[in-house]
C-alpha cells in the first residue's frame, strides 16, 4: 500500500496542519507497518504553476531545459498521486481559501485520460479508488454551523476537485479555531486527535 503525504503550510514548525499530517500518517503506519510513504513539501519544493508554456511543452512542444525541468516536477506530482492508494493533504485555511502552493499541484492532477475522461454526459472520474484524509486547519470557525460557512472556500474546494476526479472517500481531520485563543485552540487539537485516532489504514 502506498501513501502520498503532502504538506502545503508556509508557517514551518510553528504549522498546524503539519502537526497534524504527521499525526495521521503515524497513526496509518502503526495500523500498517507496510505503507509505503511518499513525502513531498511545497512549500520548500513548489510545483510550477500552469502556464501556457508549461501546458504547451506537456503537449510535446519544443521545450527549453527550464521548461523540461517544470514538465518533469508537474509530471512527478501527477505520477505520485496516481501510484498512490491513500492521500493525506495538510490544507491550512489561507484568505478563506487553500494556500497558492497546494492550488498549483491540484493543477497538475486535473489532466485529462489520467484522472478523468469527458464525454456527452461530462466529465467523469478515474480515481474512485484513493482515499483521501485532509488535516483542515482555520484560523476561525467556518463549519456549517457557524455563520462564517459561507466563507469556506478551502474544504468546498478540496471536496469538489476531488470529487469530479472520482475520489468519494474523502475525510476531514479539522481543528478550526485555533487563533481564537488558547482554549479553543487546544479544544480543536484535542477534537482532531479524536478524529485521528478513529482512522482506519485498511
Given at each position: 500500500m ?13 504549522s ?11 497513526h ?11 513525502y ?12 501556457a ?18 514538465v ?35 493543477d ?7 484522472t ?10 478515474l ?10 486547519t482555520r484560523?476561525?470557525i467556518y ?18 476537485f ?29 477534537v482532531a ?10
Amino acid at each position: 500500500m502506498k501513501l502520498l503525504h503532502v504538506d502545503s503550510s508556509i508557517t514551518g514548525n510553528e504549522s498546524i496542519s503539519r502537526r497534524l499530517t504527521a499525526d495521521i500518517v503515524a497513526h496509518l503506519r502503526a495500523g500498517r507497518p507496510d505503507i509505503q510513504v511518499v513525502y513531498r513539501d511545497l512549500d520548500a519544493v513548489p510545483v510550477p504553476h500552469q502556464s501556457a508554456a508549461l501546458m504547451a511543452a506537456r503537449s510535446g512542444a519544443a521545450a527549453g531545459d527550464n521548461m523540461r525541468a517544470e514538465v518533469a516536477a508537474a509530471d512527478t506530482a501527477l505520477e505520485d498521486f496516481l501510484s498512490a492508494d491513500i492521500v493525506v493533504i495538510g490544507a491550512p485555511m489561507y484568505n478563506f481559501g487553500i494556500p497558492s502552493q497546494l492550488k498549483a499541484w491540484i493543477d497538475h492532477l486535473a489532466v485529462p485520460g489520467k484522472t478523468f475522461t469527458y464525454s456527452e454526459a461530462g466529465a467523469a472520474g478515474l480515481c474512485g479508488d484513493k482515499r483521501l484524509i485532509v488535516a483542515s486547519t482555520r484560523g476561525g470557525i467556518y463549519s456549517a454551523q457557524s455563520p462564517k460557512a459561507t466563507h469556506d472556500h478551502q474544504e468546498s474546494y478540496l471536496k469538489g476537485f476531488f470529487a469530479v476526479i472520482g475520489v468519494t472517500d474523502i475525510s476531514f481531520v479539522r481543528a478550526e479555531g485555533v487563533r481564537m485563543g488558547d482554549q479553543l485552540k487546544e479544544q480543536a487539537l484535542a477534537v482532531a486527535r479524536e478524529e485521528t485516532s478513529a482512522l482506519r489504514a485498511a
